[in-house]
């Protein structure tokens, strides 16, 4: 690996919004790295400050002009760029505004001495978006209206752009989409486009992020069941537990659907983790309702469940919706469901104790080293030795909240 230009200008990045956002954020890494800037790690010591905005929720819109005043006026003499889907004509008061449309031309015009130099990355895991855009117009999402109709990017640029990630040392690669189910070029499906990466790369590992539930094949289920080099871990979103609301949410699957799905990929790959996301709160939703996602996720047993309570988002058939439910009421059910999804995990962690995993190791902090085995537990790890973008055997001795601790 080659070494990084003390003299390049180093960059900062911020990310605002959801999963696929620092997915982004993780593509900008990458080109800024390729075109020889260096990454910060603190806004600080930085030359220029990228701020990867969303307008997704409410919330990201208004945190992203909080951060450039206060990024304005702590660092006036600091380069800033604004991008991403909330980055307006307005913000050029705090900095150069690049729309996601000109993404790709985000670090033009900044002089780097580094620029010329070939200089690589030292990360470990690159997110990589293959897919952009949604059809399915879920009530409460304003996604297909901002990203647009479902687009797949072409299998040759893909392929390119994975060999040079490749050469750069990067060990594990995380295939990434709005709708990464329904990835489609000309006629390759994902399960055709994962053998083709399978076959013309060396990546020790290859995850998917974030898929839907009805567009999970069984090519795909048949895929990971007989290679390696695919993480037993998937993200299968829920968002709720109870058949009525699904429906309400112009979901197109119910539970039975989705706990088969459990059971087709936990026979086939028996190791397989699965992590979700559930949203509590939606307008209408009823206590019963409610209980019934309890039960449903005491029933699966899933190693993670991301909760979230309903937002409205103006422009969505739900923000209209009846029966918008109280910020405590959203607050008292989040926390309901947060607990017990906290002792399943706790569960599954201990069940790990005395066993042997895999770790790819990523970052070190006060000496001890953290990574991911293949199906996405996160291990601690003291070491006196430098174990940073190694996979690792290590002995599992004990739990933390999130995590487990190795020998
Ligand atoms: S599938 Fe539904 S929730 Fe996901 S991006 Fe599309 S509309 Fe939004």
């Not at 806004?43 to 208004?62: H, M, P, R, W």
């Not at 293959?130 to 479902?150: A, H, K, T």
């Not at 094949?217 to 998937?234: E, G, K, T, Y």
């Not at 906290?342 to 599954?348: E, H, N, T």
Request: with cysteine.
């Amino acid at each position: 690996m080659n070494k990084v230009d003390k003299k390049a200008k180093s960059i900062f990045f911020a990310t605002l919004g959801c999963r696929l956002n620092q997915a982004e954020t993780d593509i900008l890494k990458t080109n800024a790295i390729s075109q020889g800037f260096r990454l910060a790690i603190n806004e600080s010591e930085t030359d220029i400050f990228v701020l990867n905005s969303c307008s997704v929720t409410n919330k990201a819109q208004g945190d992203t002009e909080k951060i450039l005043k206060k990024i304005n006026s702590k660092y006036p003499q600091k380069e800033v760029i604004i991008t991403g889907c909330g980055a307006k004509k307005e913000y050029e008061k705090y900095g150069r505004v690049v729309l996601n449309s000109e993404k790709q031309n985000l670090f033009d015009g900044i002089k780097n001495i580094g620029k010329e130099q070939n200089i690589y990355s030292q990360r470990t895991r690159l997110m990589y978006k293959v897919q952009d855009g949604c059809n399915n117009f879920c009530s409460y999402c304003i996604v297909p209206y901002l990203r647009g109709r479902e687009h797949s990017l072409e299998a040759e640029k893909i392929m390119r752009e994975l060999k040079t990630a490749e050469k750069s040392g990067i060990k594990e690669v995380v295939l990434c989409g709005v709708n990464i189910g329904k990835y489609d070029y000309k006629g390759t499906k994902l399960a055709g486009l994962i053998e083709n990466i399978l076959k013309n790369t060396a990546f020790l590992r290859i995850r998917l992020s974030s898929i839907n539930p009805d567009d999970f094949s069984d090519d795909l289920v048949a895929l990971w069941a007989q290679n390696d080099r695919l993480c037993p871990h998937f993200h299968i979103s829920l968002q709720s537990g109870s058949d009525s609301v699904l429906t309400h949410m112009g979901r197109k699957y119910n539970t039975k659907q989705y706990s088969s799905l459990i059971s087709k990929l936990r026979k086939a790959i028996p190791e397989v983790q699965i992590t979700t996301d559930i949203i509590v709160g939606f307008p209408g939703e009823t206590e019963e309702e409610l209980t019934e996602t309890i039960k449903f996720v005491e029933k699966i047993q899933l190693l993670k469940v991301h909760v979230f309570r309903y937002s409205p988002r103006e422009g969505t058939r739900a923000a209209k919706m009846d029966g918008q439910i109280s910020e405590k009421v959203k607050k008292e059910r989040a926390v309901k469901l947060q607990k017990l999804e906290a002792r399943i995990r706790q569960r599954i962690l201990k069940s790990c104790i005395g066993e042997e995993v895999e770790v790819l190791f990523e970052q070190k902090k006060n000496g001890h080293y953290s990574g991911f085995t293949p199906n996405y537990i996160k291990v601690i790890k003291k070491s006196q030795k430098d174990i940073t973008n190694q996979i690792v055997r290590v002995k599992i001795k004990g739990t933390e909240e999130n995590e487990i601790i190795a020998n």
